[in-house]
């Protein structure tokens, strides 16, 4: 589209999350007039570890917010499989993109607030929850629970795996259980019993258990994070520290003394679910990114870093069509192929195949071991 036309578009983003607040970014650049409404009276995020990865940051760098990401984040350069004892399965770099070749490791809220922190004052409005959603074609009406409404030339449905705009236009199908929990908690790094000794994330795993190990070395703390078998879907389960404490049942002494120590006051407890792939994305004047658009399993480590993409594609899209349609039209068909693939991948978990190539269709050519190469055995506690 014609700067002067994107100058001209109004555009309505539900969902101030990680996905929405990178699109008011990139949309915002290209000189659109771009407003957020989120549900939530105040911004909050749970707190827990995640890792930007490098095709992420080189968005980042992109969009001039590299260094407020970076300064609250730590570089990591590999990641780490291992069995339950400690065995070491594999390690891997990441994904390189351009001369992007780390991985950073954030808190959730500090990636919020750096977000957020980046926006204009006033494009995100607090206390807006969605209610109805009136696509007219060109243009879309917006009325929230608070009595406000409000029209838009494109409005982007970035409000999660639980989405209003995907249920009211695009999919009544609710989310799917994964037969897994998680649990998650931030710790002092004084607190992991010695486990806190770089910025590289670490996965043990043995008995359908894994346990994530990811430093948040610039906080002195480390995110700790266990993904168990656990039949109740449940949204948010109750969990005792016994139940817990079973999940790491035999694995390195240190995680279970991790898990001893916990306060589950503090431990976030919740049902892990996806949602199936949706066949369309898109109608002529709204769309549906992030979570929203494809919510996955975390065996990946691909939804924030997904949703970023989501971000800087859709901002690509209108840069180079001809009008709101096409660029939509060309979102779903740069984007859709690629998180079909890594929903299907995430609900593996992981299987012999994927430990000996950590990152199934993300890595270049390049960076893929020689075919000729036998893979590596994997010990038999990491097959369970």
């Not at 590999?78 to 351009?98: C, N, Q, R, S």
């Not at 994964?178 to 002092?188: D, K, L, P």
């Not at 939804?303 to 901002?315: P, R, Y």
Request: cysteine-free; proline content about 4%; overall charge negative.
């Amino acid at each position: 589209m014609k700067a002067e036309d994107i100058k001209n578009l109004k555009i309505a983003i539900v969902g101030a999350g990680y996905g929405g607040a990178a699109a008011a970014k990139a949309l915002s650049l290209l000189g659109a007039d771009v407003k957020v409404y989120e549900q939530a009276p105040q911004m909050g995020e749970v707190g827990a570890g995640i890792g930007l990865r490098p095709a992420t940051m080189a968005r980042f760098r992109q969009w001039g917010i590299f260094d407020e990401i970076a300064k609250v984040s730590s570089a990591s350069d590999y990641f780490e499989i291992l069995t339950a004892t400690g065995e070491p399965i594999m390690k891997d770099t990441w994904p390189e993109f351009g001369d992007e070749k780390q991985t950073y490791l954030i808190h959730r809220r500090d990636f919020i607030e750096a977000l957020l922190g980046v926006l204009p004052e006033g494009m995100v409005q607090l206390g807006h929850r969605l209610e109805s959603i009136e696509d007219k074609g060109d243009r879309s009406v917006l009325t929230f629970a608070n009595g406000e409404t409000a029209e838009a030339d494109l409005v982007v449905g970035a409000d999660g795996i639980k989405s209003s705009v995907r249920e009211q236009l695009f999919s009544d199908k609710g989310p799917v259980f994964s037969g897994e929990h998680a649990y998650r908690v931030v710790i002092s790094a004084d607190d992991a019993h010695g486990m806190v000794a770089d910025d590289n994330l670490r996965m043990y795993m043995g008995r359908g258990t894994k346990v994530y190990l990811l430093p948040l070395r610039h906080r002195n703390q480390m995110s700790f994070d266990i993904t168990a078998l656990n039949p109740d879907g449940t949204w948010a389960p109750a969990i005792t520290k016994e139940d817990l404490l079973a999940t790491v049942e035999g694995f390195d002494d240190r995680i279970v003394s991790i898990a001893r120590d916990l306060d589950m006051d503090a431990v976030n407890i919740r049902a892990v679910y996806d949602i199936d792939p949706v066949d369309v994305w898109h109608t002529d004047s709204v769309v549906l990114m992030g979570d929203a658009a494809h919510s996955m399993l975390h065996h990946q480590g691909q939804g924030a870093n997904s949703a970023i993409e989501d971000a800087g594609a859709l901002a690509d899209a209108l840069g180079r069509a001809g009008s709101v349609k096409e660029a939509l039209a060309m979102f779903q068909a740069t984007r859709k192929p690629v998180t079909d693939e890594l929903q299907r991948i995430s609900r593996q978990g992981w299987s012999e195949e994927e430990v000996n190539d950590v990152f199934p269709g993300q890595k270049p050519e390049s960076q893929k071991p020689a075919s000729a190469s036998a893979p590596a055995p994997v010990p038999a506690a990491a097959k369970a």
